[in-house]
């Protein structure tokens, strides 16, 4: 069984903060996917990661793999109001090397981000 | 803009009954996905579509559990004689496949309450 464990599950910080959430597996994945979920709603896709090593960024959000595809971090910048959600990492299992897109996801990280 | 649709978004049903939800995939995804998400956890993986073939079934997919996506359109998740224990949030998401694995489109879930 793959498991994606997420620290922290909670994080509660003053607007303006830095932050950084972890995903770490001891299983290798294809790819890995950050999602956030907002309350009552489906996750929504923020950025998906494939090689070892890579950082994406997005605005005030950064993303980077492991070298050996195992962990990622998302480091958020001068968190806002608005980041408040839950946060998911998921990482693809590749089934012969074709990706079909089933997800082991993480337990999550609730962020809170107070005025 | 036409995401993935899921009907009812809530169903509070009596422990025994029988209850069915609908997706409706973003039109040209070829891959439906259903997965169970529990309160303070990530998503779970329980069955995925390829046109109308389910090519997979998770284990957490007891045999009161039944999918179906009869013209590889939309899909139905009925759960015959509910039980307490599956009462959660049931998500439906489709991808094409064409692009980067595993970024799945999510929809907006249907949140089963078994009393």
């Known amino acids: 069984t793959q498991l994606l464990e997420q620290s922290p599950q909670f994080l509660s910080i003053q607007e303006g903060e830095n932050l950084t959430v972890y995903c770490n597996s001891s299983?290798?994945?294809?790819?890995l996917q950050w999602y956030r979920q907002e309350p009552g709603e489906g996750p929504v896709l923020l950025v998906t990661?494939?090689?070892?090593?890579e950082v994406k960024k997005l605005k005030r959000l950064t993303f980077q793999f492991g070298d050996a595809r195992k962990d990622s971090s998302l480091h958020i910048t001068a968190a806002q109001p608005g980041d408040t959600g839950l946060y998911l990492c998921a990482g693809d299992t590749n089934a012969g090397g074709t990706s079909y897109g089933k997800l082991t996801f993480g337990q999550g990280t609730i962020l809170t981000v107070h005025p | 803009d036409t995401g993935v649709s899921q009907d009812p978004r809530h169903k509070i049903t009596k422990r025994g009954q029988n209850v069915t939800f609908r997706c409706d995939p973003i039109s040209e995804h070829n891959r439906l996905y259903w997965y169970r998400q529990t309160l303070g956890q990530g998503p779970e993986f329980l069955t995925y579509f390829q046109n109308e073939a389910q090519l997979e079934k998770s284990r957490l997919l007891s045999d009161r559990f039944s999918a179906e996506r009869p013209k590889g359109s939309f899909s139905t998740l009925e759960i015959q004689r509910t039980e307490q224990g599956d009462s959660a949030m049931y998500l439906c998401a489709s991808s094409s496949g064409q692009v980067s694995p595993g970024e799945l489109f999510f929809g907006e879930g249907s949140r089963l309450t078994v009393l």
């Open positions: 299983s290798v994945f294809s790819s």
């Open positions: 990661v494939v090689t070892g090593g």
